[in-house]
């Protein structure tokens, strides 16, 4: 290498170096005590002292008390000591004070909010920051209660906090315009973290986010609009076109304190009004309510959709103390939703919904997939999932688990054109049970499938069932649906359809592998229903029905709640109906074990029913190969 080269190289290395040292030099740390705040900020908590400049360090020491902070340059917020504590106090972070980090802090505020925005930490139009390895801890009282609330905001990193908000907003519902009950709201909220009006590309990994309310009403004078309901509580909210933000391994805890109204409700994770391509993954959200407890919702409005969501790789575990609870629900002005290899899990006394897919016009909800994922409810009455004016979706390769007195998996409402194919079903059902009331426009029975209501053009095929109800499948006015190449293992041979009309493709396990079938396996054409009036005979459908071979599982009986091996991951789950609307609130019926067991003889043994999965899961992993079955048989 010819020696001005090298002479060049090393200058420039010189010179490398040198700024490096002199910038690293000139970040200045100063020491941010109780005493010492008068001196680097005035009394509305901005910066007055001009030596603070970019890149210099705030280290707090000791307790802060009542003072709050504005940083509108980009500064390190932190405590060397760990001694940090501001107590009552905030830290806000404007436009200028982009690529701040805060970070090893404690906060206790209690009914104390800053002068601009509510929230314990703030991020006003602040990009670029950094908030890690907090503890903040929020309490309000009378007033809007936010833990981390980001305001345009985006490209930020929310890293393992500790997030705890506690506070007794009741929302905005307007007492007798509502529910009739006089419980008038007070417009204000309580909400972990909420991240709004286009906060975007911000990652939140690896926090704690516990939030704890008053279980209020919501108000839904928006819901005619298809714009969602506001809801007092929530655990994240993220809203108004914040796209692409990322929520990953948090654990998302939300129960409640106080109960305000007769339809009280709280949810766990919100996507609303136009945010879309954000991302659940991997993250535990646990929500406890009292009346009516929702784990996950998204939801757009008319001109505003939310798009390309995606809920992944979650443990969502809802319990509803009193009468309802809904795992994830995808509602109106959404398009492309995945759900995908999540654990779900809906529980309460009287009603449960674990997966609700929901419209009111049939052309809103676009594009649902559902997949891979384990999907457990449990109730009195329990539709594992409905679909509700719900076209055009994928319901595929899931595990779906219902239990209950009343059990559907999978029910409709004048929703069409939808593909369930390659899920392994179980559901649990007592017949014999007293009905109860039921606001649901679906009728409640026993069934696997429970199509209603032009719930037309659906393609159902390569399922496993096993149904322990009165039918596999209950239809009425409903046409053009497909069952093909379905497992199926009704009760004690009963029937495969209450629909006379109903002519499965498949002809069961039986006879598709050529197997003599049982004189008890034939459907009878145009059979009458006398003993099942919750769905009547339609003489229209009275046509000629071909022939359907099935088999009975061994024991025959409805087994215990408890005898539910496969869902026992869901069984610490302890108990609210979809408000979607304002309804009339019903009755909490709880679900005995008594009344579940009493009526039913004899139970499936649990090795029984692991057994007939491992064998009936092999066959379908083998393949519909009617050749290589009959010599495998």
Known sequence: MPKKIKITIIIMIALLLTYTTIG??????????????????????????????KGDVLDCSGPINNRDMYIDRPLTITSISKTGKINNGTITVLSEGSGTKITNLFFNNTNHKGFESPGTIVLYSADNCTIANNTIITDQTGDDSYGIHLIEASYNQILKNNILT?????????????????????????????????????????????????????????????????????????????????????????????????????????????????????????????????????????????????????????????????????????????????????????????????????????????????????????????????????????NIIGVGNYTMAIATHESQNNTITFNRIFTTGDGSAPMIPNVDAITAVNTAFKFQSNSNGNFVAHNLVMSYGEFVHAISNSTDNTFSENIQFPDNGNKLSDNPSFSDLVNFILDYFGLPVPDNSTIPDNPSNPDNPLVPNDPSKNQTNGTTSNTTSNGGSTPSLTGNPIAAYASSAVGGQSASSPRESPKAYELSQEDSSSSSPSSLPVVAIIVCFLILAGLLTIGFFRNSVKGFF
């Open 166 to 398: 506690t506070g007794d907003g009741t929302g905005t519902a307007t007492g007798a315009a509502v529910d009739n009950t006089g419980w008038p709201g007070n417009g204000k909220f309580t909400y972990g973290v909420f991240v709004e009006l286009k906060s975007s590309h911000n990652i939140l990994n690896s926090n704690i986010i516990h939030t704890i309310g008053n279980a209020a009403t919501v108000d839904w004078s928006g819901w005619i609009n298809e714009e969602g309901g506001i809801y007092p509580l929530v655990g994240v909210l993220i809203f108004d076109k914040s796209n692409d933000n990322t929520l990953k391994n948090n654990t998302i805890i939300t129960d409640y304190n106080q109960i305000g109204g007769v339809y009280d409700t709280i949810l766990g994770v919100q996507v609303k009004r136009g945010s879309s391509n954000n991302k659940l993954i991997d993250n535990n959200i646990t929500t406890t309510g009292h009346s009516y407890a929702y784990g996950v919702e998204i939801v757009g409005e008319p001109d505003l959709w939310s798009e390309n969501n995606t809920v992944s790789g979650n443990t969502i575990d809802t319990v509803g103390d009193s009468i309802y609870a809904n795992g994830i629900k995808v509602s109106a002005n959404t398009a492309d939703t995945l759900i995908s290899k999540n654990n779900i899990s809906a529980v309460a006394p009287t009603f449960s919904y674990a997966v609700y897919l929901e419209d009111f016009t049939g052309k809103t909800v676009k594009n649902v997939v559902v997949s891979d994922n384990n999907v457990y409810g449990k109730a009195y009455i329990t539709y594992v999932f409905e679909l509700w004016y719900a076209s055009g979706h994928t319901i595929t390769n899931n």
């Open 24 to 53: 690293s030099a000139s970040a200045a740390t100063y020491k941010i005590t109780d005493k010492s705040y008068n001196d680097y900020f005035d009394e509305s908590g901005y910066i007055n002292n001009t030596n603070i400049v």
